[in-house]
């Protein structure tokens, strides 16, 4: 694997080996390179778990970190993001981790760049490491996913978890179905032919995944109010109570609480949002170690 920009990257194989290796570095297991790694995060966009997670997985390696903040950068001197990454690239730099705002910012790297381009998000676009601890998640939980129903709800248009997910899922064996505000679809596609009320697969669904709405991506103002949101696509204490037994519910986060979901299922006993952020380490561990040893 000399990059990870996109789910469609990977093969069933190769996802299931970086879930197993995930698996190894969750239970204990220690690894690090003979050789001295390099590694800066790139995030031009606003992150919490991702950017942290990565930093915690690149120390756990025993990777040096070459500190890059975009504020003090030379990117505000007008440089582009292709003359800053072949710059780290000059210096030694082996992997940059890298969120933007624009969908494939990576096509102008990826063949240009000798280092490793890991995706942390880009636009409206891919976000694969979100998608390969969710998928991890999902696995510790269920053991696989042959015959999984699993309910992606929310604004599918502009989430790049979502769209990570479902052809991973699909692959993989699951069902994945839709649900939330159609203004949110992508028009006439699978979203569309496997759209269901919440009300109706909320006692089928083995995964219940909520999506953030994404304000910040939206060119209009938001049709309804986050209290009708909540009554209507949200995951409310009522409907919580109807999931079936063993069920989880799962958000990449960051929760817009009291709309995709209530404030006291954010915690709750089905709620695996935290463990999700968990997990995120030890796939980004996996993540890192196949692309240094490919
Ligand atoms: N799930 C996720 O990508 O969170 P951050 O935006 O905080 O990185």
Not at 136 to 154: D, H, M, N, R
Not at 210 to 219: A, F, G, K, P, T
Request: hydrophobic share 40%; with cysteine; aromatic share 8%.
């Amino acid at each position: 694997m000399r990059h990870l920009v996109s789910m469609n990257d990977l093969s069933k194989n190769e996802i299931l080996t970086i879930l197993d290796q995930a698996e190894s570095f969750a239970n204990g297991e220690k690894w690090s390179f003979t050789d001295k790694v390099f590694a800066a995060n790139l995030f031009f966009e606003p992150s919490t778990r991702t950017k942290t997670s990565f930093e915690m997985a690149e120390r756990k390696l025993g990777f040096e970190i070459i500190p890059f903040e975009t504020s003090t950068s030379s990117l505000l001197k007008g440089e582009t993001l292709y003359d800053t990454v072949k710059t780290l690239e000059s210096i030694g730099v082996d992997v940059a981790v890298i969120r933007h705002t624009q969908d494939k910012y990576y096509e102008d790297l990826i063949g240009n760049v000798n280092l490793k381009i890991v995706n942390g998000g880009d636009g409206c676009g891919q976000h694969p490491t979100q998608s390969l601890l969710d998928l991890f998640t999902i696995k510790q939980e269920f053991g696989s996913f042959e015959g999984l129903k699993v309910a992606i709800i929310g604004d599918l248009q502009h989430s790049r978890v979502a769209k990570s997910n479902k052809d991973a899922l699909t692959a993989l064996g699951a069902e994945v179905i839709f649900s939330g505000p159609r203004e949110w679809f992508l028009g006439e596609n699978e979203e569309s032919q496997n759209y269901y009320e919440i009300d109706e697969v909320i006692e089928t669904a083995d995964v219940v995944m909520l999506l953030r709405i994404q304000h910040e991506r939206h060119v209009t103002k938001s049709f309804m109010t986050k209290e009708q949101y909540h009554l209507q696509y949200g995951l409310t204490v009522e409907r919580a109570k109807r999931m079936k037994n063993n069920s989880i519910i799962m958000h990449p986060a960051p929760v817009n609480r009291n709309v995709e979901i209530a404030d006291e299922l954010v915690e709750c006993e089905k709620s695996r949002i935290f463990k999700q952020m968990q997990n995120g380490v030890f796939t980004r561990m996996a993540v890192l170690r196949t692309l240094i040893e490919s």
